[in-house]
């Protein structure tokens, strides 16, 4: 497999910090991760998978193969196969052929698709995995420290890019939130005046027309607002 020299790899990272601070949706993000991964590390497939807190499982999330057979929505367990096993131990692990290594689980779809070494390296955030990032190719091949330097960057990279998507969603649920319930405040306080009720009446008056027409309580509350600002004048 031909070398990528220092500066390919670089032009690599270079271009995947500025897709993480672009405005691209963080699916065409990871994406772009792995085809410049794949591109630099002459790989025939590079994919990344991010591990479910819930189940503890990883998922496939992105890849640049175009076999069906690999796109298929696959899961693998903590610490199971050599995905699991790169999350759970949060290090690098290099395999110089997937054939012979009784830990690779997948060895079907190995043969299938003619992989041969593989490198898989985990995600961290703040010494945490979310995920995992591996290289496969179609020879044998020596990943050198360089390689494993590299992979692990990008996946540096793409567990940032991740974090942040995570905390602007975080924020602004929260941000919402608060504003539904300075709503739902403020229209309880009409419904209270107008209609002499307490603030429990209120709010299940409020509730019940969000029930009955399936709309979000911000909806609600900002129609009786509106309502009451229209009388008003």
């Known amino acids: 497999m031909p070398k990528s020299s220092y500066k390919d790899y670089i032009e690599t990272l270079t271009k995947i910090s500025t897709a993480i601070t672009s405005d691209l949706y963080l699916g065409d993000v990871l994406k772009l991760i792995v085809t410049l991964t794949a591109n630099v590390m002459k790989a025939k497939i590079c994919s990344l998978w991010l591990l479910e807190e819930k189940t503890k499982e990883l998922r496939i999330r992105a890849t640049q193969a175009m076999s069906e057979e690999y796109l298929k929505d696959r ?24 054939l012979e290594d009784s830990r690779y689980k997948e060895k079907k779809l190995a043969k299938k698709e003619n992989l041969v070494s593989m490198l898989s390296v985990p995600m961290l955030v703040k010494k945490k995995a979310i995920g995992v990032i591996n290289c496969y190719t179609t020879s044998h091949y020596d990943f050198t420290k360089s390689d494993v330097n590299l992979l692990s960057a990008v996946a540096n990279q793409a567990a940032v890019a991740i974090e942040n998507t995570e905390l602007m969603v975080k924020t602004k649920i929260i941000q919402e939130e608060l504003e539904t319930r300075k709503k739902v405040e403020r229209a309880k306080g009409v419904l209270m005046r107008q209609q002499g009720l307490d603030e429990e009446e209120a709010y299940n008056l409020i509730r019940k027309a969000s029930m009955d027409k399936r709309v979000p309580m911000k909806s609600i509350a900002e129609a009786i607002i509106i309502a009451h600002e229209i009388k008003r004048t």
């Open 75 to 98: 899961t693998i367990k903590l610490g199971e196969g050599i995905v699991g096993l790169a999350a759970k131990d949060k290090k690098p692990v290099v395999i110089s052929n997937v």
